[in-house]
């Protein structure tokens, strides 16, 4: 069997050439889904299907979910998380700030991911054995900087929490540089690579938070979720995920 990390390095390729091919065809069919800026496209669908045809025709006995629908059961406590475009809004826009990710969980933990940005043409890697790297250079975590010298990624949209004034005020007064760019997995692979600090988001959906989180594990940093209203994923240096704990709003 070939390794997880191989695997999901080609169905994110994959993802990408179906993304691409269906924005070059034209008519992408784009409609909104939670809220206007949150858009789905032909596009994201074409992705996750290359994708999920991938996985499922290399690991039939694991479960796979996808941002899109793409679903599949499984015992033995795999699961494959699929992102066919992370950043819809940016590919739509022309905004070379989006990526394709894919990761997998055992037994509810981030174990492996890999993240392609094709703006930049970026593979990143991480899995058991594998510590992370991009573009098979090796990769880390920024330790060192404090909050106030840091620049911590963020995305606030409105169905994800009611608290997002408290969060931008503290954020905002603490933190050195803050980042909304839309594309939150791409943010997570950058933190892996040391060049985000840290990063925080409430109730983050499972195929936004997967991947990313096991590159900064693999990373030597920190990938956890709080318990709570909204629950906030929060990752980055040991110490500034320690700090963030003590800002993010909860109930």
Not at 6 to 17: H, I, P
Not at 198 to 204: E, F, L, T
Request: charged share 25%; aromatic share 6%.
């Amino acid at each position: 069997m070939r390794h997880d990390v191989d695997l999901a390095a080609r169905a994110v390729r994959a993802g990408a050439e179906a993304a691409l091919a269906a924005a070059r065809e034209g008519g992408l069919e784009i409609e909104t889904k939670l809220s206007a800026a949150d858009l789905v496209s032909r596009a994201d669908t074409a992705a996750e299907a290359a994708i999920a045809a991938l996985i499922r025709a290399e690991r039939p006995d694991d479960a796979l979910l996808g941002e899109e629908g793409a679903s599949a059961a499984g015992a033995n406590g795999r699961r494959w998380l699929v992102d066919g475009i992370d950043g819809t809004f940016n590919f739509l826009s022309g905004i070379p700030h989006w990526c394709v990710a894919v990761g997998l969980e055992e037994h509810g933990e981030p174990v492996a991911g890999a993240v392609f940005d094709p703006s930049a043409g970026e593979l990143f890697l991480a899995g058991p054995g594998r510590p992370t790297t991009v573009d098979g250079a090796p990769a880390r975590v920024r330790t060192g900087r404090a909050l106030e010298q840091a620049g911590v990624a963020t995305y606030l949209r409105e169905d994800k929490s009611r608290d997002r004034d408290a969060w931008l005020a503290r954020i905002v007064d603490r933190a050195g540089v803050v980042r909304a760019g839309g594309a939150g997995t791409l943010e997570l692979a950058w933190l892996a690579a040391g060049r985000v600090d840290a990063w925080a988001q409430p109730n983050v959906s499972a195929w936004d938070w997967v991947p990313g989180a096991a590159l900064v594990r693999h990373a030597g940093g920190v990938a956890t979720v709080l318990d709570g209203d909204p629950a906030w994923h929060l990752a980055g240096s040991p110490a500034l995920v320690a700090e963030l704990e003590k800002l993010v709003p909860r109930r």
